[in-house]
C-alpha cells in the first residue's frame, strides 16, 4: 500500500527506441555497438526523469534535473556493462563499456554546456564530472550482483540492493519532502522498466539478422 501523499505515476505514453540494424553487413564491433547504445542509455534515463516528474517528484529545470540524469545515466551504464559481460569477451567488454561512457558523456556535456552553461575556468568540465561519477559509481554497484532466478537464464537483472543503492543515489538530487518515497518508486517501477527495455536493446543490437521497424519499447515522453 502507498504512504499517505506519496507520488503515484500515471499512466504515460511509448517511447518507441530502435533497437535493431537495419542493413546486413559485416558484425559490428563494440564500438559501433556502444554507440548505438549510447544513444539508448541517454533517452531511456530522460524518460526515467520525465516519468518521475509526472509522479509529482519535484525535478527542477537546472542543475536538480542534471544531478537526477547523471546518477539515472551512471545506473543505465552499470546495467549495460553486466549485459555486456554475458555477451562479449573481457577486451571488447572494456572497449565496449569505455566507448559507451565517453558516447553518453559527450551527450550529457553538449546539453549542460547549452542549458547551464561551461563550468568556470579551473572546474572539471561536465564530460569530466560525469566520468568520474561514472567511475566511483561502478565501483560502488559491483558490491551488488543479479537476481538468481534470471541469472541462471542468463539474463541480468540487478538484485535488491543493487536497485535500492541506485534510489539511494537519487534521493539528494530531490527536495527533501519526496526523498521519503525515491527508493519505493526507482524499485516498483523506474529501474526494472528500464532494465528490461535495455536488456531488449542490448539483445537485439547484437542480432546480427536486420529486422525493419523492429524496435524496443518503454513508458515515457
Known amino acids: ?16 527506441i530502435k533497437s535493431r540494424w537495419f542493413r546486413a553487413g559485416a558484425p559490428r ?7 548505438a547504445m549510447g544513444f539508448i542509455v541517454w533517452r531511456v534515463a530522460r524518460a526515467v526523469l520525465e516519468r518521475m516528474r509526472g509522479a509529482h517528484f519535484d525535478i527542477d529545470a537546472g542543475p536538480a534535473y542534471f544531478e537526477f540524469l547523471r546518477e539515472t545515466l551512471a545506473f543505465a551504464v552499470a ?48 564530460r569530466e564530472a560525469f566520468i568520474d561519477l561514472v567511475n566511483a559509481r561502478m565501483g560502488e554497484y559491483a558490491d551488488f550482483g543479479a537476481d538468481a532466478a534470471r541469472a541462471e537464464r542468463s539474463e541480468f537483472e540487478p538484485d535488491f540492493g543493487f536497485l535500492r543503492y541506485y534510489g539511494s543515489c537519487l534521493e539528494p538530487t530531490l527536495p527533501p519532502k519526496d526523498r521519503p518515497w ?15 527495455t535495455l536488456r531488449g536493446a542490448m ?10 521497424a523492429a524496435r524496443a519499447r518503454l513508458s515515457g515522453d
Open 1 to 16: 500500500m502507498n504512504a499517505p501523499n506519496a507520488p503515484q505515476a500515471p499512466a504515460t505514453p511509448a517511447l518507441r
Open 182 to 196: 525515491v527508493i519505493d518508486q526507482v524499485m516498483a517501477a523506474e529501474a526494472p522498466q528500464l532494465v528490461a
Open 203 to 212: 539483445a537485439d543490437l547484437h542480432d546480427p539478422a536486420p529486422r525493419r
Open 29 to 35: 564491433g563494440p564500438a559501433e555497438q556502444a554507440s
Open 79 to 126: 546495467c549495460v556493462d553486466r549485459l555486456a559481460h554475458a555477451r562479449l569477451d573481457a577486451a571488447a567488454r572494456v572497449e565496449f563499456t569505455t566507448a559507451l561512457v565517453r558516447q553518453v558523456a559527450r551527450t550529457l556535456q553538449d546539453n549542460e554546456d547549452e542549458l547551464l552553461g561551461a563550468p568556470p575556468p579551473g572546474a572539471p568540465g561536465h
